[in-house]
Structures are given as C-alpha cells and as structure tokens.
C-alpha cells in the first residue's frame, strides 16, 4: 500500500518560512491527487492546500497568497512552500494522498510539528 513520510517542520518566528516535504511510495504517485492538512491543539484537522494529478491547486482562505503546494512526479513527493508564517500557522501537518476513481482510497503520512512563535 501507499506509504506516506513528511518533513520539513521545525520551530520558526512570525515571518519566516518553511517547505514541508512529502515522499510517498507504494503506489503510482502520478495518478494520485495529493493534499496537506493541519491540526491545530484541541482543533480538527483541517485542510490547507490540495494538488490534482493534472496539477490542479486549491488552497483554504487562511493561507492564500502565502502557501504554495507543487509536486515533483519523477521524486515522488509533493511540497508544501510556508511563507510569511505566523502563530495561527501553528499545526501538525499531514500529508494525503487519494487513489485514482472510482476507489478514492486515502493514504495518510505520520505528520510534521509547525510551531510559529517569537
């Protein structure tokens, strides 16, 4: 099955930036429609920023203009650019990853701490 591992979190101040990266295996990455969610303490998880197999993008209000998801099909991961980070920001983020129809079986990575903070 797909296997999903995340990096790139760490402790950063109002401002600063962060690239999170999600390498995935098991699967044909290049079919699957990929996404990055947040949880913040004692909130769900919510989503942050989507990417199609065409490289199709969405992001949530919160971080338009300011995050930025890509994908790298020969690597096998998909990328999640934080800019201008602030404290809000601060979550455990995951990566997803969702089988070609008509299955839509949904992979999870193990997540990566964001903290933001002065």
């Known amino acids: 099955q797909v296997q999903l591992v995340e990096s790139g979190g760490g402790f950063v101040q109002p401002g600063g930036s962060l690239r999170l990266s999600c390498v995935a295996s098991?699967?044909?990455?290049?079919?699957?429609?990929m996404g990055w969610y947040g949880q913040a303490p004692g909130k769900q998880r919510e989503l942050v920023a989507t990417?199609?197999?065409?490289?199709?993008?969405a992001y949530a209000d919160p971080v338009k203009g300011r995050f930025t998801i890509s994908r790298d099909n020969a690597k096998n991961t998909v990328y999640l650019q934080m800019n201008s980070l602030q404290p809000e920001d601060t979550a455990v983020y995951y990566c997803q990853s969702k089988s070609p129809a008509p299955y839509y079986i949904t992979y999870w990575g193990q997540g990566t701490q964001v903290t933001v903070s002065s």
């Open positions: 990417i199609t197999s065409g490289g199709q993008t």
């Open positions: 098991g699967g044909i990455f290049s079919m699957n429609d």
